[in-house]
């Protein structure tokens, strides 16, 4: 039976009403009194010197208050990077200085080289036109081989190579795994790409810096996932303003999807031209800027190799992956190769041996940073597809290779240095294979040819580690922060609580789920709740939402400043009850004392709280709000199988997603719904990154994907139709060390569906006789006929 | 400057504006309308979509001068009279068929419209009127049910449960 509210309940989202009447506050909606526009100029090479900036004839345009350049900014610091990674010989990766605009060179195109603040938008962008540049172009680097075995192009003078750093993981692994490769019965081989992406929340990014004279504090509201982590990095690093001058606030926000994780130089900017002009600056991102400015996505190019025994089973893996950071560090760029890739390399199977180089790249081009998975789809994909070359090469089914290397018992630790605590692959297997009706493809299959059309069916597993994370254990592997997470609670005198979480939504559904836990706790009405979020002035110090972690952390630490609450509470009730604490019990929003018929409503005592008569001031201070900050002792795993079938016509090589099927075990579910929406969406995107989406750069380091006429969003046509999809997270193994039970449910469509559709094409090209191993994404009907037609 | 004048969502509006002003900044930036949303330059993704004498229009790509004179409705206008959610809005909460709700303007706008034009649309129809709104978060899957559900069909439930 559907449950009327609480943990397990579909409650209809509340947010939903201010969205649907146009009521939202998204920061674009902002406006302050007096506010001057930014236009920023930005530069339209990948890369070169520049000579000149001459503003002269902008200067004087009509609306011109100010005009900046990147001497402007030299006293500052530059854009700081937030995880420093050490490579396979023990040394720091090599760190580039970020300007906030472009100072001597210009390393991508869409660097800022200039911001002119005018009164209106269009006096800005009419003034920027009329700056006049003078930059000697030079030869951009942007294939990421070419840029570490040829010198000669440097993206940093001051660097020794393009090299970021070359990491080994576990490099204590590296011979035993190469002696395994030795000894292997059988190896697969596959190099694959996979393929730039842009996270294109259909919020474009905003800033609006503003600045108090009279109290010398600044505010920047900011579309940002995580507005205490820009207070920080901004504040500390950049501008150098302590935390109580400096709020941050990111109202509503459109989307995210990792591409709102990181401080740019935008909100930087804003922040300091607001205080050098003494007005509020604002800059809205156009579309064409948000392809050229907001942090890309994946672009790795790996060698990855699966070694079998006689048996068929798996007994190591080698990887070898070049993967792009772009012309700059953003924010976390580091860490998304390494600590969350190879960590996930083992997935869901038994590998005793792994070995895991990575090598990452600057070129010139965009920075590459966290987008929706981050560095787990990248494990996947070469995993999963590797499994099912390697089954194919075996003439073994797919299915059984998988299961036969299972991970059965848990905990279970990875050469690769994480402990599933939890999971139960055979579930989902199972799950995913009755709801795909594998049996019935065979006969599907024959239909699909009786039209000429080719058939596929795709199977794949994953695993992802969520919830990041312990803040010792990140500080050992180079995190420059901690990753705990925060809820003020706050009773107020009626019974009312608001929940002041560190945690953001900009889209999950935080105002609606998080009150159906404590409701639960405490046994009141979810409407008696609500959350205040995404403003570093009335909420506790957050890291924020990224990495599926909202419920998994940030739910924890509201569990545990409500058990403060309730702790509190029943000491309270004791009183009014004139019964021993240790008897008081909490029920339907209701004290009780054990074994009596006497009892004191929620309400009374709250009251009590802050009218306090009678209360034992003695022993307890009036009042009743807790803090509580959760540091999580391990990452959650969150598990999945995904199914999918295609159709591939031989005619054009257009593909057609028929059948979907997803069986997640995200431990205990909160909301249902949302959690079904979080799947959709995160399967739309991986969709989206198989067979339409894809960043492109010519070789001189031109952005050819730069407007939604170049680059293939995925539309309502191109994903599957409802009869033939199905969602389902019945499976549940609760996560065992958080107090929810919760994994986490953002990221796992977008890591599980890229290599299901691929399996799914493969097997249907396969079917008709064409030798093809393996299709790079995205499987454009040019690609796929091409594969079928050489 | 030119001064227009229009009736949005049932009431009298005007301003000065520019030969350039669009009609979304005209609806965002003079008359606080701020419901109609903008992502992206090139009339892809139907964010700002509007009603302009009864036909969808992307507000993104009208001027606001041509708007002169016009009825012209914006999701602020899409509520019952009695401030109660539309059936196509309260179809698109029942059915979870929004997240971070920016593109949801421009979809409920595009709902309507195609809901006057077609009123029992098929599944591949609601797909095919979508191909001018882009949406980042649900995947469509719900905007779909939602559509359809608000048309009076039948649609699985909400949720597994």
Not at chain 1, 475 to 493: F, M
Request: charged fraction near 20%; charge should be negative.
């Amino acid at each position: 039976m559907p449950k009327d509210g609480g943990i397990g309940a579909s409650s209809k989202r509340r947010e939903d009403v201010r969205f649907l009447t146009g009521a939202g506050n998204y920061t674009d909606d902002i406006n302050i009194h007096g506010q001057a526009h930014v236009a920023f100029l930005r530069s339209d090479i990948a890369h070169g010197t520049i000579n000149s900036v001459d503003t002269s004839a902008a200067q004087g345009m009509p609306g011109v208050v100010k005009i900046f350049t990147g001497a402007d900014f030299e006293a500052v610091g530059g854009m700081p990077c937030g995880w420093q990674v050490t490579d396979k010989h023990g040394q720091p990766m090599q760190e580039p200085r970020h300007p906030i605009l472009a100072h001597g060179k210009v390393r991508h195109v869409g660097e800022p080289i200039a911001a002119v603040v005018a009164d209106t938008l269009e006096q800005a962008r009419d003034a920027a036109e009329a700056i006049v540049l003078d930059i000697d172009e030079l030869p951009a680097v942007v294939d990421m081989k070419a840029a570490v075995a040829n010198n000669d192009v440097k993206v940093h003078d001051d660097l020794t190579s393009n090299l970021c750093y070359d990491w080994g993981f576990v490099e204590e692994n590296k011979a035993a795994t190469d002696e395994a490769f030795e000894k292997a019965a059988h190896v697969t081989t596959l190099e694959l790409v996979n393929n730039r992406l842009v996270a294109n929340p259909m919020e474009p990014r905003v800033a609006v810096g503003d600045y108090a004279r009279g109290t010398d504090e600044s505010t920047l509201y900011t579309t940002s996932q995580n507005p205490h982590v820009i207070r920080l990095l901004m504040g500390a690093f950049v501008l150098g303003i302590p935390e109580h001058k400096l709020r941050v606030v990111a109202p509503d926000v459109g989307g995210g999807f990792g591409t709102k994780i990181f401080h740019y130089q935008e909100e930087a900017f804003c922040t300091f031209a607001a205080k050098a002009c003494n007005r509020a600056v604002k800059w809205t991102s156009s579309r064409s800027e948000a392809f050229m400015s907001d942090a890309h996505g994946r672009d790795h190019v790996t060698k990855i190799e699966l070694a079998l025994d006689g048996d068929n089973n798996f007994t190591a893996v080698r990887t070898e992956t070049y993967a792009n950071m772009g012309a700059y560090l953003s924010t976390f760029a580091p860490s998304i190769p390494t600590w969350l890739h190879g960590t996930l390399m083992a997935g869901n199977y038994k590998t005793p041996l792994i070995y895991v180089n990575v090598k990452a790249v600057f070129t010139n081009t965009v920075p590459v940073d966290a987008y929706r998975g981050a560095g787990r789809p990248e494990a996947t994909f070469q995993l999963e597809r590797v499994i099912d070359k390697a089954a194919r090469e075996l003439g073994v089914d797919p299915v059984e290779l998988r299961r036969q290397n299972f991970i059965t018992e848990f905990p279970y630790a990875t050469p690769v240095a994480v402990e599933y605590d939890t999971g139960d692959y055979h579930a989902t297997m199972d799950k995913v294979l009755e709801l795909s009706d594998r049996d019935g493809f065979a006969a599907r299959r024959a239909e699909s040819e009786a039209k000429g059309k080719l058939r596929g069916f795709g199977i794949n597993c994953f695993i992802e580690a969520c919830g990041i994370a312990p803040s010792n254990l990140v500080g050992q592997l180079g995190a420059r922060a901690g990753l705990y997470e925060s809820a003020t609670v706050r009773v107020n005198a009626t019974g009312g609580l608001v929940v002041m979480t560190g945690s953001h939504s900009h889209g999950q559904g935080h105002e609606t789920a998080f009150p159906q836990v404590i409701a639960d706790m405490i046994g009141i009405d979810e409407s008696m709740i609500e959350v205040v979020h995404g403003d570093t002035a009335n909420t506790p110090m957050g890291m924020g939402t990224y990495g599926s972690r909202s419920i998994a952390v940030g739910g924890s630490a509201m569990v545990r400043a409500t058990e403060k609450i309730i702790a509190k509470a029943k000491k309270i009730a004791s009183h009014l009850l004139e019964a021993s604490e240790s008897d008081i019990e909490l029920k339907d929003g209701a004290f009780s004392v054990a074994g009596t018929d006497k009892s004191v409503a929620w309400g009374d005592v709250t009251l009590a709280a802050y009218v306090p008569h009678n209360y034992p001031l003695e022993d307890i201070e009036p009042g009743l709000e807790e803090t509580a900050f959760y540091d999580p002792s391990n990452f959650t795993y969150p598990a999945g199988a995904y199914t999918c079938e295609v159709e591939v016509d031989p005619a054009t090589g257009e593909v057609t997603i028929e059948r979907f099927a997803s069986a997640d075990d995200f431990g205990n579910v909160v909301n249902p719904m949302i959690v079904e929406g979080q799947v959709h969406g995160g399967i739309a995107q991986g969709i989206g990154q198989a067979l339409l989406e894809n960043c492109s750069y010519d070789e001189n380091g031109q952005l050819l994907s730069a407007s939604y006429m170049d680059y293939a969003m995925p539309r309502a046509d191109n994903l599957p139709a409802m009869d033939h999809y199905v969602v389902d997270h019945s499976c549940q193994t609760p996560c065992t060390h958080n107090p929810l039970g919760v994994k986490g449910c953002g990221e796992a469509g977008a890591i599980g569906s890229p290599p299901t559709v691929i399996n799914a094409i493969i097997d249907a090209l396969q079917s008709g006789g064409h030798k093809v191993d393996h299709l790079d994404m995205p499987a454009t009907p040019a690609r796929v006929w091409a594969a079928m037609n050489t | 400057m030119t001064k227009i004048e229009m009736t949005v969502n049932g009431r009298a509006a005007s301003g000065e504006v520019e030969g350039r002003t669009l009609l979304s900044s005209f609806l965002r930036d003079e008359l606080k309308l701020t419901g109609t949303h903008v992502g992206c330059d090139t009339s892809q993704c139907g964010a700002c979509v509007v009603h302009v004498d009864g036909e969808a229009v992307k507000a993104c790509t009208m001027l606001a001068v041509e708007a002169a004179g016009s009825e012209v409705t914006t999701v602020e206008g899409m509520a019952n009279a009695d401030g109660s959610l539309s059936v196509i809005q309260q179809a698109f909460q029942d059915h979870h068929g929004l997240q971070c709700g920016f593109c949801t303007p421009g979809m409920v706008m595009s709902a309507a419209a195609l809901l006057k034009e077609n009123p029992k649309p098929s599944e591949a129809e609601v797909r095919d009127y979508l191909e001018g709104n882009i949406c980042r978060c649900t995947g469509y899957h719900n905007i779909v049910k939602a559509i359809m559900a608000a048309s009076g069909q039948e649609v699985a439930p909400v949720a597994a449960e």
